[in-house]
């Protein structure tokens, strides 16, 4: 989820303007390849619905990592 905010951030220093799909596009490249898998088995189309699909996994990979589970 860090990433999201890292990616996001830069993507508004560059171009605050930036439509969502590109925004999204660039987004993705700055996640790991595991939440990368996840994400694109989703269709996202706004960054709202990103953001939200990124808590869901993360939430659900520190409860795995909680309860001994692998990532």
């Given at each position: 989820?860090?990433?999201?905010?890292?990616?996001?951030?830069?993507?508004?220093?560059?171009?605050?303007?930036?439509?969502?799909g590109?925004?999204?596009?660039?987004?993705?490249?700055?996640?790991?390849?595991?939440?990368?898998?996840l994400?694109?088995?989703?269709?996202?189309?706004?960054m709202?619905?990103?953001?939200?699909?990124?808590?869901?996994?993360?939430?659900?990979?520190?409860?795995?990592?909680?309860?001994?589970?692998?990532?």
């Amino acid at each position: 989820m860090e990433n999201f905010y890292i990616m996001e951030n830069l993507v508004n220093q560059v171009d605050p303007d930036m439509e969502d799909g590109l925004r999204i596009r660039y987004i993705k490249k700055g996640l790991n390849k595991l939440t990368l898998r996840l994400v694109n088995m989703h269709r996202v189309d706004t960054m709202d619905e990103l953001q939200a699909l990124l808590e869901r996994t993360a939430e659900k990979g520190s409860y795995g990592r909680r309860q001994g589970g692998r990532e």
